[in-house]
């Protein structure tokens, strides 16, 4: 995916740190709120280990409250996360498969978990989590849609600047076969550097589950699953959360 490899510096201009307060706020409550309180004893922070940090724009507003560590498949937006986040440990990994020998109280999967294409994978990721966390300890995975309300093709733009650039972003997605797991989704990046105007293309594959898919596959690797509504951005895109609870035992 060109937007987390040569487009990477695309990304804090497209999507920028300040857009995820709200979202870092609403996460940050809704763990105080299921944590047992002995995650905070003793002037304690809470470990969080977040899976696909991307450029950590959403890690940036939890750092000052958490003991964070990071993982992404990109090198290049590692970068862009240790830029922001300097304080927190990174990790070149795949949600799926990487172990690291720690324990946390949260693991924290946002948009990244989008690219968990079918039932195995998102096994795997939950099964990521279940090993790097302390029993009562929380998973909170943020897809972009649900089957169950998702409705295409759609297409969403806006436009934002930073010094040097204007960009346009303009994503379409569609779901070719309703019949199996995922949608498609196209995007293009119209740049304009003083002036002179240049187009970049990329095509994201994501995964597509209905809601009683997370819940089930929540509780079968043992959490007690939640879901809750959000406010999600541009009517389209997010508004969904899924909170699961370690069980103690197996
Ligand atoms: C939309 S970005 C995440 C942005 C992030 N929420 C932020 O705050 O900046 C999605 C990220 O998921 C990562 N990713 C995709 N598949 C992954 C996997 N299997 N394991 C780890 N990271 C993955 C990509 O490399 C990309 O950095």
Redesign the pocket.
Known sequence: ?R??DDLADL?PII?P?EE?IPDAFLWRNVILERLEPACFSDGRRPRLLE??????????HLTAHFDAEA????PR??E??RNLNPTTVHHL????T?RLDRRFDVVAI???V???LDEA?LRA?IATAVHHLNPGGLLLLAPDCLRDSFRGPRVIDWTRHDRQRDVTFIEYTADPNPADTTIESVFLFIINRDGEITVEQDRHTSGLFPKSTWLTLLEAAGFDAEYLETEGYDGEIGGHLFVGTRRAGP
């Open positions: 995916m937007l987390y990304w999507s740190p995820y899976l696909g940090c991307g450029g950590g724009h959403l890690l940036s993982v992404d498949l990109s937006m590692l862009l996360s990994g795949d949600m799926r990487i946002y948009d990244a989008n690219y968990m994978d990721a």
